[in-house]
């Protein structure tokens, strides 16, 4: 897959490319089955990073980090900032239900979802996509280590933007 290409991502399966701010509205288009899912920016424009993003205070922890280890850690010539994962063996998560917490805690929730917080730092952060690909049969972690694998391999080793793990 070329991480490059959105065409790329649809010719794998991925489907939905909808807006943050869309979803925000209206997140029954979301599927709840499990599966793969990615957050993507296709605004062409250097990343502004903003001191205190939007993410939520999940047990009290401060989701922000400083504005130097989000430019350390941008990835140049991708839309793809984040590969996440909904449900798997013994997990009732569904892409409906993860993204949504994914969601709430950019609007500031106290939720869950410290995976990915650095894109609440964007300050586009709601014109980004998402896309999702429902794995009725596939184990999602499986498949979501597999992306992040062949994406270090295309990028030099370096993970996505907001991925800390993997």
Not at 40 to 52: A, G, S
Request: charged share 25%.
């Amino acid at each position: 897959m070329d991480f490059g290409k959105i065409e790329s991502l649809k010719n794998e399966g991925f489907c939905g490319f909808v807006s943050v701010k869309s979803l925000l509205n209206d997140y029954s288009q979301i599927p709840a089955i499990r599966g793969v899912y990615m957050v993507l920016r296709t605004i062409t424009k250097e990343p502004f990073f903003l001191d205190k993003g939007s993410g939520g205070y999940f047990k009290g922890t401060d989701p922000n980090v400083a504005i130097k280890i989000l430019q350390g850690k941008w990835v140049y010539n991708t839309p793809v900032l984040y590969i996440g994962k909904a449900g798997g063996e013994g997990k009732e998560a569904t892409l409906r239900s993860r993204i949504l917490k994914y969601l709430k805690f950019g609007q500031g929730k106290p939720i869950g979802h410290k995976g990915g917080r650095y894109i609440w730092q964007l300050s586009d952060a709601e014109e980004l996509l998402s896309c999702w690909k429902p794995l009725p049969a596939d184990a999602p972690e499986d498949v979501e280590s597999m992306l992040i694998s062949e994406f270090k391999h295309q990028y030099l080793g370096k993970r996505p933007f907001a991925n800390l793990n993997k």
